[in-house]
DNA sequence: ACAAAAGTGTTAGATCTACACCCATGT
DNA sequence: ACATGGGTGTAGATCTAACACTTTTGT
């Protein structure tokens, strides 16, 4: 099939598509998960990979992803980065196409589970993770990389969790992605000597008898803290 | 000017061109610097800005922004990494383009004067530098950035030093990376602590009288070391 | 002889790490 | 009453940050 790509100045031959993909992490409670899809096209179809789609000529790359995760997530405003791009001459057996990797977190509490449906998808465990079509496996093996580093700098980990949650629950979220276990005084000590959470009086006794304090991530004092130049790290 | 754009399978209308840009940092002993280009092709012509090119169709992404490189600085093999992409609707006043900026990082004293002059590019100071086309500013301020944020963690600073080169110069470096003054006794104890620089018995003395003793980046010891877990930070 | 940069140790304070018991509550 | 996870403090080791003088040598 031929396609018309029209510049207004540059004279220039290019035969590239230019596609996005998202790696979306979900935490919850117990695991870091990723969502996963059965391809719906050729070729490939009925593998899974990642989600994706062309970005059209009027959008930007970025508006792509956020539009491509609200369709399958039914979720907006969220957690969303450019993580890299992908541009091997075969990455895609059945064109050329380069594409721009984003990750996304979210809490999988706080998911439809309608669009689940709708578009085959499927929450893995890190550990468990089934091939990918492509290049996603190495998409993947990066964002979690990245995820890890990030983590450590910048309080990321909040959005992987629903918006009050307990110390014991992030803690096994940070367990979950440096992949090492956590002395649980430590954590505790070191989180809120940070001053950016803040304690409710109500507990959430689901994973308890006696019940774990509620507590709710303070993005105003987190910020005020970032201008003065903290130089935070957990 | 209409052009041709041909996939195999995929039936989609895209209308965008991939380019790549580069932000190349400079070390002089002295100070930090950016090489920019005089534009030679409309639109902007004339104005300052990053090097790029268009990526061919039978070349990878991270292979055209090699070629870029080689051709404007004469350098092969030298430290290339991706930075971000680029993706706005209007980014570029002419057409849809969207642009994968790398980031390299180079000795000014290895670099080839010739094709300086031919390519009508100029080292800029980082304070000193001028009004860049399209988002170009915001791409060298994004490496900015993404420079601090990695010399912490990987030896990439020797990147921009040559093969040999004294403590003080690699002082030096740092401060202009980091922008902010380092105790030369803590910098020394720090440095020469991870044991990953070879000591020679020669002595640069273009800084001094007395002379600096020339050393050379072990990047045996150091890949053993990251090997080993080493926690990396400078 | 002197100017100018290179090179060298110590100490106080801060941070990190390891570790064990009591508490609250549902069953 | 007991089982289960929640919550708390301390001490030793390590790391960080601040600080001043001697050495070498070209002019």
């Not at 998960?33 to 059209?56: D, H, M």
Request: aromatic share 12%.
């Amino acid at each position: 099939m031929k396609l018309i790509n029209n510049t207004d100045i540059y004279t220039v031959q290019q035969n590239i598509l230019v596609a996005v993909d998202c790696i979306i992490f979900g935490f919850d409670s117990k695991k870091l998960k990723l969502l996963l899809f059965k391809r719906k096209v050729a070729p490939s179809k009925g593998l899974w990979s990642l989600i994706g789609a062309f970005i059209k000529d009027d959008q930007s790359v970025d508006e792509g992803a956020k539009q491509i995760l609200f369709e399958t997530t039914g979720l907006k405003d969220i957690y969303l980065e450019q993580l890299k791009t992908y541009g091997n001459v075969h990455r895609d057996i059945a064109g050329r196409v380069i594409s721009i990797a984003y990750y996304s977190l979210i809490s999988v509490r706080e998911f439809e589970l309608e669009s689940v449906e709708k578009y085959d998808a499927h929450w893995f465990d890190l550990d468990e993770l089934p091939n990918l079509i492509f290049d996603h496996g190495e998409m993947v093996a990066d964002a979690i990389k990245q995820l890890k580093t990030k983590a450590k700098h910048q309080p990321i980990g909040f959005n992987l969790l629903p918006k009050y949650f307990t110390i014991p629950e992030l803690q096994i979220l940070y367990e979950s992605i440096y992949q090492q276990e956590l002395d649980a005084r430590n954590f505790r000590k070191k989180i809120l000597s940070l001053d950016i959470l803040t304690k409710t009086n109500k507990k959430d006794k689901s994973g308890s008898k006696k019940g774990a304090f509620l507590y709710t991530f303070n993005k105003e004092k987190f910020d005020a803290l970032i201008a003065e130049g903290l130089n935070f790290e957990i």
